[in-house]
Protein backbone atom coordinates (compact mmCIF):
# COMPACT_ATOMS: atom_id res chain seq x y z
CA UNK A 1 0.00 0.00 0.00
CA UNK A 2 1.54 3.25 -1.15
CA UNK A 3 2.27 6.44 1.43
CA UNK A 4 0.62 9.20 0.24
CA UNK A 5 2.51 11.33 2.78
CA UNK A 6 5.91 10.29 1.83
CA UNK A 7 7.80 12.75 0.18
CA UNK A 8 7.66 13.18 -3.23
CA UNK A 9 10.72 10.79 -5.25
CA UNK A 10 10.88 8.45 -2.44
CA UNK A 11 9.48 5.83 -4.83
CA UNK A 12 12.90 6.37 -7.19
CA UNK A 13 15.12 4.86 -4.67
CA UNK A 14 12.75 2.21 -3.99
CA UNK A 15 12.64 1.38 -7.92
CA UNK A 16 16.59 1.80 -8.14
CA UNK A 17 16.82 -1.23 -5.51
CA UNK A 18 14.27 -2.86 -6.87
CA UNK A 19 16.41 -2.94 -10.55
CA UNK A 20 19.69 -3.63 -8.62
CA UNK A 21 17.97 -6.90 -7.11
CA UNK A 22 16.25 -8.07 -10.44
CA UNK A 23 20.14 -7.10 -12.40
CA UNK A 24 22.00 -9.39 -9.31
CA UNK A 25 19.60 -12.03 -9.85
CA UNK A 26 19.68 -12.22 -13.37
CA UNK A 27 23.43 -12.12 -13.17
CA UNK A 28 23.55 -15.32 -10.32
CA UNK A 29 21.14 -17.36 -12.71
CA UNK A 30 23.57 -16.52 -15.75
CA UNK A 31 26.54 -17.62 -13.96
CA UNK A 32 24.33 -20.55 -12.41
CA UNK A 33 23.45 -21.61 -16.10
CA UNK A 34 27.38 -20.62 -17.07
CA UNK A 35 28.05 -23.24 -14.23
CA UNK A 36 25.86 -25.93 -15.40
CA UNK A 37 26.74 -25.50 -18.93
CA UNK A 38 30.00 -25.92 -18.43
CA UNK A 39 29.83 -28.58 -16.18
CA UNK A 40 28.28 -30.77 -19.09
CA UNK A 41 30.41 -29.78 -21.23
CA UNK A 42 33.42 -31.19 -18.71
CA UNK A 43 31.16 -34.26 -18.41
CA UNK A 44 30.58 -35.40 -22.38
CA UNK A 45 34.27 -34.42 -23.27
CA UNK A 46 35.14 -37.29 -20.11
CA UNK A 47 32.64 -39.91 -21.36
CA UNK A 48 34.77 -39.13 -25.05
CA UNK A 49 37.68 -39.39 -23.71
CA UNK A 50 37.03 -42.48 -21.61
CA UNK A 51 35.28 -44.05 -24.84
CA UNK A 52 38.26 -43.62 -26.65
CA UNK A 53 40.54 -44.81 -24.28
CA UNK A 54 38.89 -48.19 -23.93
CA UNK A 55 38.68 -48.36 -27.64
CA UNK A 56 42.65 -47.82 -27.57
CA UNK A 57 43.54 -50.23 -25.26
CA UNK A 58 40.96 -53.03 -26.83
CA UNK A 59 42.97 -52.44 -29.78
CA UNK A 60 46.50 -52.85 -28.26
CA UNK A 61 45.29 -55.53 -26.21
CA UNK A 62 44.27 -57.61 -29.70
CA UNK A 63 47.81 -56.54 -30.77
CA UNK A 64 50.31 -56.91 -28.36
CA UNK A 65 51.57 -60.05 -26.71
CA UNK A 66 53.75 -63.34 -26.93
CA UNK A 67 53.28 -63.06 -30.50
CA UNK A 68 52.49 -59.40 -31.97
CA UNK A 69 49.92 -59.14 -34.47
CA UNK A 70 50.31 -56.08 -36.70
CA UNK A 71 47.46 -53.67 -37.45
CA UNK A 72 47.32 -54.93 -41.27
CA UNK A 73 46.93 -58.99 -39.87
CA UNK A 74 44.11 -57.39 -37.22
CA UNK A 75 42.20 -56.13 -40.44
CA UNK A 76 42.64 -58.97 -42.28
CA UNK A 77 40.81 -61.43 -39.69
CA UNK A 78 38.08 -58.39 -39.47
CA UNK A 79 37.30 -58.93 -42.78
CA UNK A 80 37.91 -62.69 -42.74
CA UNK A 81 40.73 -62.73 -44.82
CA UNK A 82 43.58 -63.92 -42.14
CA UNK A 83 45.74 -66.52 -41.24
CA UNK A 84 44.53 -69.52 -39.20
CA UNK A 85 47.03 -69.29 -36.87
CA UNK A 86 46.14 -65.42 -36.37
CA UNK A 87 42.35 -66.20 -35.97
CA UNK A 88 43.33 -68.73 -33.56
CA UNK A 89 45.19 -66.46 -31.15
CA UNK A 90 42.63 -63.69 -31.37
CA UNK A 91 39.11 -65.45 -31.45
CA UNK A 92 40.63 -68.01 -28.75
CA UNK A 93 42.92 -66.41 -26.66
CA UNK A 94 42.91 -62.74 -26.96
CA UNK A 95 39.26 -61.67 -27.91
CA UNK A 96 38.11 -63.85 -24.84
CA UNK A 97 40.63 -62.17 -22.34
CA UNK A 98 39.82 -58.61 -23.15
CA UNK A 99 36.52 -58.87 -23.00
CA UNK A 100 36.78 -60.86 -19.59
CA UNK A 101 38.94 -58.01 -18.27
CA UNK A 102 36.90 -55.21 -19.24
CA UNK A 103 33.89 -56.67 -17.86
CA UNK A 104 35.88 -57.15 -14.27
CA UNK A 105 37.25 -53.78 -14.35
CA UNK A 106 33.68 -52.57 -14.89
CA UNK A 107 32.13 -54.50 -12.05
CA UNK A 108 34.83 -53.62 -9.74
CA UNK A 109 34.57 -49.82 -10.25
CA UNK A 110 30.64 -50.33 -10.07
CA UNK A 111 30.95 -51.82 -6.96
CA UNK A 112 33.73 -49.36 -5.39
CA UNK A 113 31.55 -47.02 -6.50
CA UNK A 114 27.85 -48.21 -5.39
CA UNK A 115 29.86 -49.26 -1.65
CA UNK A 116 31.46 -45.51 -1.43
CA UNK A 117 27.99 -44.42 -1.60
CA UNK A 118 26.76 -46.52 0.31
CA UNK A 119 28.43 -46.31 3.68
CA UNK A 120 29.62 -43.03 2.90
CA UNK A 121 33.46 -43.69 3.09
CA UNK A 122 35.73 -42.67 0.17
CA UNK A 123 38.37 -45.64 1.19
CA UNK A 124 35.84 -48.16 0.48
CA UNK A 125 36.06 -51.03 -2.07
CA UNK A 126 34.60 -54.48 -2.43
CA UNK A 127 37.37 -55.95 0.02
CA UNK A 128 35.70 -54.14 2.73
CA UNK A 129 33.28 -56.40 2.81
CA UNK A 130 34.69 -59.43 2.92
CA UNK A 131 33.59 -60.94 -0.49
CA UNK A 132 37.23 -61.45 -2.12
CA UNK A 133 38.53 -62.41 0.84
CA UNK A 134 35.67 -65.44 0.96
CA UNK A 135 35.89 -66.04 -2.80
CA UNK A 136 39.61 -66.51 -2.17
CA UNK A 137 39.81 -69.29 0.62
CA UNK A 138 36.77 -71.33 -1.58
CA UNK A 139 39.02 -70.97 -4.71
CA UNK A 140 42.22 -71.72 -2.72
CA UNK A 141 40.40 -75.01 -1.06
CA UNK A 142 39.20 -76.62 -4.08
CA UNK A 143 42.69 -76.25 -5.80
CA UNK A 144 44.38 -77.58 -2.99
CA UNK A 145 41.96 -80.18 -1.52
CA UNK A 146 40.47 -81.78 -5.05
CA UNK A 147 42.68 -80.50 -7.61
CA UNK A 148 40.61 -83.00 -10.21
CA UNK A 149 37.84 -80.17 -10.01
CA UNK A 150 39.86 -77.29 -11.25
CA UNK A 151 37.36 -76.44 -13.58
CA UNK A 152 34.80 -75.81 -10.85
CA UNK A 153 37.25 -73.05 -9.26
CA UNK A 154 35.19 -70.22 -10.52
CA UNK A 155 31.72 -71.61 -8.67
CA UNK A 156 33.20 -72.35 -5.75
CA UNK A 157 34.50 -68.64 -5.53
CA UNK A 158 31.33 -67.01 -6.05
CA UNK A 159 29.53 -69.22 -3.98
CA UNK A 160 32.98 -68.31 -1.22
CA UNK A 161 32.04 -65.03 -1.59
CA UNK A 162 28.32 -65.03 -1.15
CA UNK A 163 28.64 -67.02 1.87
CA UNK A 164 31.29 -64.27 3.18
CA UNK A 165 28.51 -61.71 2.67
CA UNK A 166 25.94 -64.12 3.95
CA UNK A 167 28.12 -64.08 7.56
CA UNK A 168 28.73 -59.67 6.83
CA UNK A 169 25.12 -59.32 6.93
CA UNK A 170 24.09 -61.32 9.49
CA UNK A 171 26.78 -59.73 11.99
CA UNK A 172 25.93 -56.45 10.40
CA UNK A 173 22.36 -56.83 11.02
CA UNK A 174 20.67 -54.26 13.90
CA UNK A 175 17.30 -53.57 12.09
CA UNK A 176 19.14 -53.10 9.35
CA UNK A 177 22.00 -52.35 7.58
CA UNK A 178 24.68 -50.01 9.61
CA UNK A 179 27.36 -49.05 7.38
CA UNK A 180 29.53 -48.60 10.76
CA UNK A 181 28.31 -52.35 11.55
CA UNK A 182 28.47 -53.37 8.00
CA UNK A 183 32.45 -51.88 7.65
CA UNK A 184 33.85 -53.73 10.76
CA UNK A 185 31.59 -56.93 10.22
CA UNK A 186 33.37 -57.12 6.48
CA UNK A 187 36.66 -56.32 8.37
CA UNK A 188 36.61 -59.24 11.06
CA UNK A 189 35.20 -61.53 8.47
CA UNK A 190 37.73 -61.10 5.91
CA UNK A 191 40.58 -61.53 9.02
CA UNK A 192 39.00 -65.35 9.73
CA UNK A 193 39.18 -66.26 5.84
CA UNK A 194 42.31 -64.79 5.41
CA UNK A 195 43.35 -67.12 8.70
CA UNK A 196 41.65 -69.78 6.04
CA UNK A 197 44.02 -68.45 3.06
CA UNK A 198 47.23 -69.13 5.92
CA UNK A 199 46.47 -72.56 7.19
CA UNK A 200 45.83 -74.10 3.95
CA UNK A 201 49.25 -72.55 2.61
CA UNK A 202 50.50 -74.06 6.03
CA UNK A 203 49.13 -77.45 5.81
CA UNK A 204 49.47 -77.66 2.06
CA UNK A 205 53.21 -76.15 1.02
CA UNK A 206 53.78 -78.43 -2.28
CA UNK A 207 49.86 -77.37 -3.75
CA UNK A 208 50.48 -73.97 -3.26
CA UNK A 209 51.81 -73.06 -6.92
CA UNK A 210 49.01 -72.58 -8.97
CA UNK A 211 47.06 -71.32 -5.74
CA UNK A 212 49.84 -68.34 -5.32
CA UNK A 213 49.16 -67.50 -9.25
CA UNK A 214 45.09 -67.18 -8.96
CA UNK A 215 44.95 -65.58 -5.73
CA UNK A 216 47.69 -62.89 -7.11
CA UNK A 217 45.07 -62.19 -9.63
CA UNK A 218 44.81 -61.78 -13.39
CA UNK A 219 43.46 -63.36 -16.75
CA UNK A 220 46.06 -65.98 -18.10
CA UNK A 221 44.55 -68.80 -19.48
CA UNK A 222 41.07 -66.61 -19.49
CA UNK A 223 38.89 -68.45 -21.83
CA UNK A 224 34.97 -68.23 -23.30
CA UNK A 225 33.65 -69.99 -20.38
CA UNK A 226 34.98 -66.88 -18.30
CA UNK A 227 33.10 -64.48 -20.46
CA UNK A 228 29.85 -66.42 -20.12
CA UNK A 229 30.82 -67.18 -16.47
CA UNK A 230 30.85 -62.88 -15.21
CA UNK A 231 28.25 -61.24 -18.44
CA UNK A 232 25.10 -61.99 -16.95
CA UNK A 233 26.08 -60.63 -13.56
CA UNK A 234 27.27 -58.11 -15.26
CA UNK A 235 24.88 -56.89 -17.10
CA UNK A 236 22.56 -57.44 -13.79
CA UNK A 237 24.71 -55.24 -11.76
CA UNK A 238 25.06 -52.48 -14.22
CA UNK A 239 21.40 -52.35 -15.25
CA UNK A 240 20.42 -52.27 -11.06
CA UNK A 241 23.21 -49.55 -10.01
CA UNK A 242 22.16 -47.29 -13.34
CA UNK A 243 18.16 -47.95 -12.10
CA UNK A 244 19.11 -46.95 -8.42
CA UNK A 245 21.12 -43.95 -8.99
CA UNK A 246 18.58 -41.83 -7.17
CA UNK A 247 18.98 -43.48 -4.17
CA UNK A 248 22.81 -43.22 -4.23
CA UNK A 249 22.11 -39.47 -4.59
CA UNK A 250 19.79 -39.03 -1.59
CA UNK A 251 21.84 -41.62 0.45
CA UNK A 252 24.85 -39.45 -0.16
CA UNK A 253 22.65 -36.41 0.85
CA UNK A 254 22.26 -37.89 4.07
CA UNK A 255 19.77 -40.25 5.95
CA UNK A 256 17.29 -37.16 6.82
CA UNK A 257 16.92 -35.91 3.52
CA UNK A 258 16.83 -39.74 1.97
CA UNK A 259 13.92 -40.73 4.37
CA UNK A 260 12.22 -37.30 3.20
CA UNK A 261 12.33 -38.10 -0.44
CA UNK A 262 10.37 -41.66 0.93
CA UNK A 263 13.67 -43.78 0.49
CA UNK A 264 13.34 -47.10 2.43
CA UNK A 265 16.94 -47.04 3.84
CA UNK A 266 16.84 -51.10 5.13
CA UNK A 267 15.51 -52.15 1.64
CA UNK A 268 17.59 -49.87 -0.59
CA UNK A 269 21.08 -50.45 1.63
CA UNK A 270 20.57 -54.33 1.49
CA UNK A 271 19.72 -54.19 -2.38
CA UNK A 272 23.27 -51.30 -3.11
CA UNK A 273 25.73 -53.73 -1.22
CA UNK A 274 24.06 -56.90 -2.68
CA UNK A 275 24.78 -55.71 -6.16
CA UNK A 276 27.97 -54.49 -5.37
CA UNK A 277 28.76 -58.25 -3.98
CA UNK A 278 27.10 -60.14 -6.92
CA UNK A 279 29.81 -57.92 -8.83
CA UNK A 280 32.67 -58.20 -7.04
CA UNK A 281 32.22 -62.13 -6.67
CA UNK A 282 31.65 -62.80 -10.25
CA UNK A 283 34.57 -60.93 -10.83
CA UNK A 284 36.76 -62.40 -8.20
CA UNK A 285 35.52 -65.87 -9.63
CA UNK A 286 37.48 -65.82 -13.04
CA UNK A 287 39.98 -63.32 -12.30
CA UNK A 288 41.23 -63.96 -8.20
CA UNK A 289 41.75 -61.00 -5.61
CA UNK A 290 42.31 -57.90 -7.73
CA UNK A 291 42.50 -54.66 -5.71
CA UNK A 292 42.09 -51.03 -5.75
CA UNK A 293 39.80 -50.96 -9.17
CA UNK A 294 37.02 -50.45 -7.13
CA UNK A 295 38.67 -47.52 -4.78
CA UNK A 296 40.95 -45.92 -7.58
CA UNK A 297 38.56 -45.45 -10.41
CA UNK A 298 35.53 -44.13 -8.35
CA UNK A 299 37.91 -41.46 -7.36
CA UNK A 300 39.04 -40.45 -11.03
CA UNK A 301 35.68 -40.08 -12.14
CA UNK A 302 34.42 -38.31 -9.05
CA UNK A 303 37.28 -35.28 -10.09
CA UNK A 304 35.67 -34.40 -13.35
CA UNK A 305 32.36 -35.80 -13.64
CA UNK A 306 31.02 -34.66 -9.76
CA UNK A 307 29.55 -36.70 -7.33
CA UNK A 308 26.21 -37.23 -9.31
CA UNK A 309 25.81 -40.82 -9.60
CA UNK A 310 23.56 -40.36 -12.68
CA UNK A 311 27.15 -39.45 -14.60
CA UNK A 312 29.84 -41.11 -11.77
CA UNK A 313 28.40 -44.80 -12.79
CA UNK A 314 28.67 -44.93 -16.08
CA UNK A 315 31.58 -43.08 -16.18
CA UNK A 316 33.45 -45.20 -13.35
CA UNK A 317 31.62 -48.02 -15.67
CA UNK A 318 33.71 -47.64 -18.81
CA UNK A 319 36.84 -45.92 -17.46
CA UNK A 320 37.11 -49.13 -15.20
CA UNK A 321 37.33 -51.47 -17.94
CA UNK A 322 39.67 -49.66 -19.82
CA UNK A 323 41.98 -49.55 -17.23
CA UNK A 324 42.22 -53.15 -16.26
CA UNK A 325 42.26 -54.15 -20.18
CA UNK A 326 44.94 -51.71 -20.23
CA UNK A 327 46.94 -52.97 -17.08
CA UNK A 328 46.27 -56.92 -18.63
CA UNK A 329 48.19 -55.72 -21.53
CA UNK A 330 50.96 -54.29 -20.11
CA UNK A 331 51.26 -56.92 -17.13
CA UNK A 332 51.44 -59.37 -20.27
CA UNK A 333 53.69 -57.68 -22.40
CA UNK A 334 56.37 -56.19 -20.35
CA UNK A 335 58.38 -59.20 -19.88
CA UNK A 336 56.91 -60.97 -22.89
CA UNK A 337 56.77 -64.24 -22.96
CA UNK A 338 56.88 -64.34 -19.66
CA UNK A 339 53.78 -63.03 -17.67
CA UNK A 340 53.41 -61.11 -14.49
CA UNK A 341 49.83 -61.03 -12.67
CA UNK A 342 47.99 -58.01 -13.54
CA UNK A 343 47.15 -58.39 -9.17
CA UNK A 344 50.73 -56.95 -8.57
CA UNK A 345 50.70 -54.40 -11.19
CA UNK A 346 47.77 -52.85 -9.55
CA UNK A 347 49.10 -53.22 -6.05
CA UNK A 348 52.19 -50.95 -7.56
CA UNK A 349 49.43 -48.69 -9.14
CA UNK A 350 47.23 -48.28 -6.21
CA UNK A 351 48.97 -48.60 -3.07
CA UNK A 352 50.35 -44.79 -3.74
CA UNK A 353 47.17 -43.69 -4.99
CA UNK A 354 45.28 -44.71 -1.25
CA UNK A 355 48.01 -43.47 0.70
CA UNK A 356 47.50 -40.24 -1.20
CA UNK A 357 43.77 -40.36 -0.27
CA UNK A 358 44.61 -41.14 3.16
CA UNK A 359 46.80 -37.96 3.44
CA UNK A 360 44.51 -35.71 1.78
CA UNK A 361 41.45 -37.46 4.19
CA UNK A 362 43.47 -36.20 7.14
CA UNK A 363 44.34 -32.94 6.07
CA UNK A 364 40.58 -32.35 5.68
Same mark, same amino acid.
Given at each position: ????????????????????????????????????? =??????????????? &????????? &????????????????????????? +??????????????????????????????????????????????????????????????????????? $???? #? !???????????? *?????????????? !???? &???????? =?????????????????????????? !????????????????????? #??????? +?????????????? *???? !?????? #???? =??????????????????? *??????? &? +?????? =?????????????? $????? $????????????? $??????????????? *??
Amino acid at each position: MTNRNAPAGTSTPIKAQERAINGQTAVTSKQTQKYHD =SRQRKRRLTYLIAGL &FLVFVVITG &FMYGAVPITWQELLAVMQGQGTADT +ERILYYLRLPRVIAAALVGMNLALAGCILQGVLHNPLADPGIIGVTAGAGVAAMAVMILAPALTAWVPLAA $FVGA #L !VALAVVFILAWD *RGINPLRLILAGVA !VAAF &FGGGTTAL =SVMFPDRIQGVVNWLAGGFAGARWTY !VWIVLPYSIIGLVGALWNYRK #LNALQMG +EEVALSLGINLKKT *RIIL !VLLAAI #LAAA =SVSVAGLLGFVGLIVPHLM *RLVVGSD &F +EYLLPA =SAVFGAGLLVGADT $FARTI $FSPAEIPVGIFLS $FLGAPFFLYLLKRRS *RA
